[in-house]
């Protein structure tokens, strides 16, 4: 059974968070000014790094909530 502790549900929240904000860079935008690294006009101009400094802390928060903050009986 697992036992989740105090501030479990805060980083998973962040973790979601920071997935949907990696996941909105890589949308296309028509009112982009220039073209993204990858080249299409995307929500952000610099669409694969950061898309990938998102990715980090969701990954970082993830490991932390899971290694931290459950506990098996």
Sequence with gaps: MKIRKKGYWWLF?????????????????EGASKLCLIGYK???????????????PAGITCFIRKRFFVSYK
Excluded: K
């Design 13 to 29: 929240s962040l973790t979601v968070i920071f997935t949907l904000v990696a996941i909105s860079t890589l949308l296309s935008s």
């Design 42 to 56: 995307a929500h952000c101009t610099f669409t694969p790094v950061s898309t990938i400094l998102c990715i980090i």
